[in-house]
């Protein structure tokens, strides 16, 4: 006798294919326009503007790279964004994890007015605070200050951290404290070495958005820096590309864009 061994085959829903086609679509779109970007850094000011759009360089020319690195600043504003990204999602990090395991396992009066407290904080649109943000900044002396600008982004990006990290923290096994204070383990202890290494994958995602959010905020790094060494990286590229509209220097700027990414 012959088995016929019997595939099923799984057809996608109509709407389904439909979605998975655009994703497709801007997947390769934002492909392409990464390949243009660092094709066009690679070129030549004439090339640029000679050759097409779709053409590769003749001869790679690295100098983009380092002249974005030095002469448009890109270097300085690297190192000004990872220091306050990385202090950022550091103090989020730490400040977001215990209040969520304050919220999360601990059950108290006023724990649901907080919670509505902080979602009405993430509900607040960025430019609504904006000028009273700068007034206290202005008070403590903080402004044209990349630590007043970590305390801002701090500040913005609790609401979401605690929230998200608290939803993981209420599943957490209750089992595992009550071990943990058996074999004569602190409060502080059974938090750091137990219930919080748990909460790892929430932690990442919440260090993901944090860092894409910090890495690329425009508004308030606009409106609270003036000098020019302490520029961010988009408020050094967006000077950068106001300056290639009068010197045609947009080859530098493809370059600095590309480091920025």
């Known amino acids: 006798m012959k088995q016929v061994s019997t595939i099923r085959r799984h057809k996608l829903p109509k709407g389904l294919v439909a979605v998975y086609a655009v994703l497709f679509l801007y997947c390769g779109f934002n492909i392409i326009s990464f390949l243009l970007l660092f094709s066009g850094s690679l070129k030549g000011k004439s090339e640029l503007f000679s050759s097409s759009l779709w053409a590769l360089p003749q001869s790679p020319v690295w100098e983009n790279y380092i002249d974005a690195w030095n002469i448009g600043k890109i270097g300085e504003y ?40 902080i979602m009405v904080g993430m509900m607040l649109p960025p430019f609504v605070i904006a000028i009273p943000l700068f007034d206290i900044l202005g008070k403590l002396s903080l402004l044209n200050s990349l630590n007043g600008l970590i305390i801002v982004y701090v500040t913005k990006q609790l609401p979401f951290s605690i929230f998200v990290l608290t939803s993981f923290y209420k599943g957490i096994p209750y089992d595992l404290e009550e071990a943990a204070v058996i074999d004569g383990a602190s409060p502080l202890r059974t938090f750091a070495q137990i219930v919080m290494p748990l909460t790892l994958p929430a932690m990442v995602a919440v260090t993901i958005n944090n860092l894409l959010n910090v890495w690329n905020e425009f508004l308030y790094a606009l409106i609270f820096l003036t000098d020019k060494n302490i520029y961010t990286l988009p408020i050094g590229l967006f000077y950068l590309s106001q300056a290639a509209e009068y010197s045609s220097s947009w080859t530098i700027l493809f370059a600095g864009m590309m480091i920025s990414i």
């Not at 990385?86 to 601990?106: E, F, K, N, P, Q």
């Open 78 to 117: 690297t190192v000004n964004s990872i220091y306050v990204t990385g202090m950022t999602i550091l103090i989020t990090i730490v400040l977001a994890s215990m209040a969520a395991y304050i919220l999360g396992r601990i059950n108290f009066k006023a724990r649901t007015f907080i919670m509505s407290f």
